[in-house]
């Protein structure tokens, strides 16, 4: 293993991607890193695919012991160890393609290797930042030809971007513990496939840098930008991501804000949740505002929804609509301490939207997620989007030699009874129901965690009451004292 370490470090920066792709096949391990691969032999079985951060790989040459076999395991689908190593790793289906780059390639050639294969491909072979680096250089070489009547060189327009990527990333510091700050991407924050797709990704990234300072931005455009899209409740998800960054020991920041974030996420008090803002203002009725909660919490978030469901359009909250929704919140709720083992949190947002006659909530926890929790609880082996489905049919449970399989069917039928929309993501499944249909689609990365997203009226169905109402687990209201 170092033998083929090292011949990848020595083969230069030029060959080496962003990430690496490591494939396991039962008998060997193959490692490939921009137009670099080696073979290892290895047992164990196993068929399966990872990235892993390239540099951070090729450093392990340096510090693994010189011994023979090493032991190699992933853990979580999040850590690739190696002996007593571990680095941030990412999953990804076996047999995804390895895209091959000419040795010493500059930006044109290197174009034209990747120009054939979608984004996808690309980012599976570890070659994002390679393809958005060429196509930088590229767009320079454009614009140098046609400033060379102005007396500008390309060599002039090469220091202007190095300067305007030093001015946005910052400068490493003289003294020590300062890591160069990397800068990131959200470009669409809402409950749907696209904004948790989004999340996912944003997630993997962080998890695999190297850098222990990032700079999240909302968008690429200026802060006024009123075209981004947003939902107040997607705070939720978000503090799930920015939870597992600190978990991390790592910081972060926010940089492009568009305005309509900005507005959203004061109101609904996330800034102030997360240390960014002063709490503002009561005045806004329409919120619930963003809170976090332990998972042993279940009386607190009761009483909090009480209090935040008060004057937002909907029955008084002793008639059987608002407690069929408060039981549905409660499951949902007791799933995080019962399946999730969320260390992190419980985080909950919502929004009000009285035009429309709507309620959307949003409960998210940083924890277990469900296809991991099915693989570890009952030893099946399912896909995500086979998990996730297996876990909303009705009597499926994780539990142990107790009845269960309530909860989240619960929300799916109270929301199919009052004609309401729920979305569900966790790991790499994304779930919904919409106009009573159901559907499931994978998700590009896997979600570190899971949100359950409900969207209802705040005018009652007459005589829509779930049937297994009576037998829930969370005691009523009134009672949770």
Not at 239 to 253: I, M, N, S, W
Not at 316 to 342: A, K, M, R, Y
Not at 434 to 445: A, R, V, Y
Request: glycine share 8%.
């Amino acid at each position: 293993m170092l033998q083929a370490l090292n011949i990848l470090k020595n083969a230069g920066a030029t060959r080496v991607g962003e990430e690496a792709v490591l494939t396991f096949t039962g008998a060997e391990l193959r490692i490939e890193s921009g137009g670099g691969g080696v073979a290892v032999p290895t047992s164990g079985g196993w068929d399966l695919q990872i990235r892993v951060p390239s540099q951070m790989l090729l450093s392990l040459a340096e510090v693994l012991p010189d011994e023979d076999p090493l032991s190699m395991r992933v853990e979580g689908g999040t850590s690739f160890r190696i002996g007593p190593v571990g680095i941030p790793c990412y999953l990804q289906p076996v047999g995804s393609k390895v895209i091959d780059l000419p040795v010493n390639a500059d930006h044109a050639e290197i174009l034209e290797a990747l120009t054939p294969h979608t984004s996808q491909e690309i980012e599976m072979s570890g070659l994002a930042e390679v393809h958005r680096l060429a196509m930088e250089r590229r767009q320079i070489s454009i614009a140098a030809e046609l400033l060379l009547p102005f007396g500008v060189s390309e060599q002039d327009l090469l220091k202007l971007v190095e300067s305007r990527n030093a001015r946005y990333a910052g400068r490493k510091a003289r003294h020590s513990g300062y890591s160069l700050k990397k800068e990131y991407f959200l470009l669409c924050a809402t409950s749907d496939h696209s904004g948790m797709s989004g999340l996912a990704r944003l997630n993997r990234k962080l998890a695999i840098s190297s850098g222990d300072s990032f700079t999240i931005n909302f968008s690429e455009e200026v802060r006024s930008d009123s075209t981004y899209r947003c939902d107040s409740n997607f705070a939720a998800a978000l503090a799930v991501v920015l939870a597992r960054v600190q978990d991390r020991g790592k910081e972060f920041t926010f940089g492009v804000v568009p305005r309509i974030v900005e507005d959203l996420f004061v109101k609904n008090w996330f800034f102030h949740g997360i240390g960014l803002a002063a709490k503002p203002e009561e005045s806004h009725t329409t919120r619930i505002p963003f809170r976090s909660f332990k998972t042993s919490e279940i009386n607190e978030f009761l009483d909090y929804m009480e209090q935040a469901l008060e004057g937002k359009g909907l029955p008084p909250l002793d008639s059987t609509f608002c407690l069929q929704l408060l039981q549905c919140l409660g499951e949902i709720f007791v799933n995080t301490e019962t399946h999730s083992d969320s260390a992190l949190g419980v985080f909950v947002c919502g929004q009000h939207y009285p035009a429309q006659q709507r309620l959307v909530l949003t409960v998210a926890d940083a924890g277990v997620t469900i296809p991991e929790r099915i693989a570890s609880r009952k030893g099946k082996h399912f896909s995500p989007v086979d998990a996730l489905e297996w876990a909303m049919k009705k009597g499926n449970t994780t539990k142990i030699d107790t009845p269960g399989g309530i909860g989240l069917k619960l929300v799916r039928d109270f929301a199919r009874e009052q004609h309401g929309e729920v979305w569900i993501a966790s790991g790499g499944a994304f779930w919904e129901m919409q106009s009573g249909e159901e559907s499931i689609s994978e998700l590009d990365d896997p979600f570190p965690g899971t949100v359950v997203t409900l969207k209802i009226p705040t005018e009652p169905t007459p005589g829509a009451v779930p049937p297994e109402l009576s037998n829930l687990s969370i005691p009523p209201p009134s009672s949770h004292e």
